[in-house]
């Protein structure tokens, strides 16, 4: 038994049975028949037998699944920065996490279509509690972070998982999906934990820190949506820190999130992929300890990933409803604003004052960070 069998995916030998095994699930039926919604169950299950990799699984229907996705509920997906990176190269992207399951889908559907190294991405056990669901991050490439572990199971369970993302990049050649912090943003403040950094520094051996991070090929990734489907469903999380109290998530929460992800309107999604971390890390060598180094890198990703998010109208829109301004007028028209202020109406209770500065916040931060780098920030609108 392999040390990575508990946090593994399928091996390509283990692809067709477990996809015959959930083929007749009531969520595989729903899943297919979303994906392929002129197409008898029966010619999908047909071709499921003939199934036998990963890769034959995403190509074949994974893939059109997220185009589907894309059709029916955004107004397209575009790039930038892909055009710096070799295709045949296994990297680290190290993303700002908005949405459990499309950050990373749609960074793949990109490198599908552009010809590189898709990637074995990371996501929380707690997600896939469901079998179905399970199985289908399993045959999707995923490997599992473990969740919910005592101190001392925790570092273990970093530990493996670290030698288990040095083997995929360095053994496997595979590129690998990590978000830059554990949860998504719920705040719209993208900032990458040092845990993170942490975890994957346990497998350097006898590389000093820097070294090592330089093997990795660490490309930042920002994500943006112009609308966020689960903003709502962020606020009570938000409103429980805000008053102090503890968050208890309900029973199918993540799951329902997950679905609101998928299918709620997102409009326009843009990607840009940053450039490797390279150069930037022999700049910090010298610096006296390990956890400033940890602090200067993570502090690299997040200069990568907000300076190049991607400001569409709604973050414009949001900082001078905010603000109660007109200071970015110019980047969004009165039908947009419209629109984005009767969605604040139908999603919370616009007298509710802290709910309504919470949701404006969520959608207007990226564009206070981006100020932050003294650009302007309307400048970045047609990138």
Same mark, same amino acid.
């Given at each position: ?163 288990? *993302?040095?083997? &995929?990049?360095?053994?496997? #050649?595979?590129?690998?999906? !990590? /978000? +830059? ?102 700049? *910090?060598?010298? &610096?006296?300890?390990?956890? #400033?180094?940890?602090?200067? !890198? /993570? +502090? ?84």
């Amino acid at each position: 038994m392999s040390k990575f069998d508990e946090i593994r995916p399928f091996y390509d030998h283990e692809v067709n049975e477990a996809l015959r095994g959930i083929a007749r699930d009531p969520m595989m039926t729903a899943l297919m028949g979303f994906t392929f919604p002129d197409v008898d169950k029966q010619v999908w299950r047909e071709q499921f037998k003939n199934i036998h990799s990963i890769s034959d699984f995403q190509h074949q229907f994974i893939a059109h699944t997220i185009r589907q996705i894309l059709a029916k509920s955004s107004e397209g997906l575009t790039t930038s920065g892909f055009e710096k990176l070799d295709p045949n190269t296994p990297y680290l992207f190290v993303s700002n996490h908005r949405d459990i399951v499309l950050d990373t889908s749609l960074l793949n559907l990109v490198l599908l279509e552009k010809g590189f190294i898709m990637t074995s991405s990371a996501i929380g056990d707690n997600l896939v509690q469901k079998t179905f669901l399970h199985v289908l991050a399993k045959l999707n490439r995923n490997f599992l972070v473990q969740r919910g572990l005592s101190i001392r199971e925790q570092l273990k369970s970093s530990q493996t998982m670290s030698e288990y *993302i040095e083997q &995929l990049l360095h053994v496997e #050649k595979r590129s690998v999906w !990590i /978000a +830059q912090r554990e949860g998504r943003t719920k705040d719209g403040n993208d900032a990458t934990q040092q845990g993170v950094l942490k975890m994957l520094a346990m497998a350097a051996g006898d590389l000093s820190l820097t070294d090592y991070f330089k093997t990795l090929k660490i490309v930042p990734i920002s994500i943006s949506y112009e609308y966020d489907p689960t903003d709502s469903l962020k606020m009570p999380q938000l409103l429980a820190r805000h008053r102090d109290e503890e968050y208890i998530k309900g029973k199918d929460e993540d799951f329902m999130t997950m679905l609101s992800g998928v299918l709620g309107q997102k409009k326009r999604i843009h990607i840009h992929a940053g450039t490797v971390l390279d150069a930037e890390l022999d700049d *910090i060598a010298h &610096l006296e300890n390990k956890n #400033k180094q940890l602090q200067a !890198i /993570a +502090q690299m990703i997040d200069d990568s990933i907000l300076q190049n998010y991607k400001l569409w109208p709604t973050k414009f829109i949001a900082y001078d409803l905010l603000h109660d301004t007109d200071t970015y007028a110019s980047e969004y028209t009165e039908q947009e604003k419209q629109l984005f202020v009767r969605r604040l109406e139908m999603r919370i209770d616009p007298s509710d004052a802290v709910s309504k500065e919470f949701f404006l916040a969520m959608y207007a931060n990226p564009l206070i960070n981006k100020m932050k780098y003294g650009q302007n920030p309307g400048s970045n609108v047609s990138q």
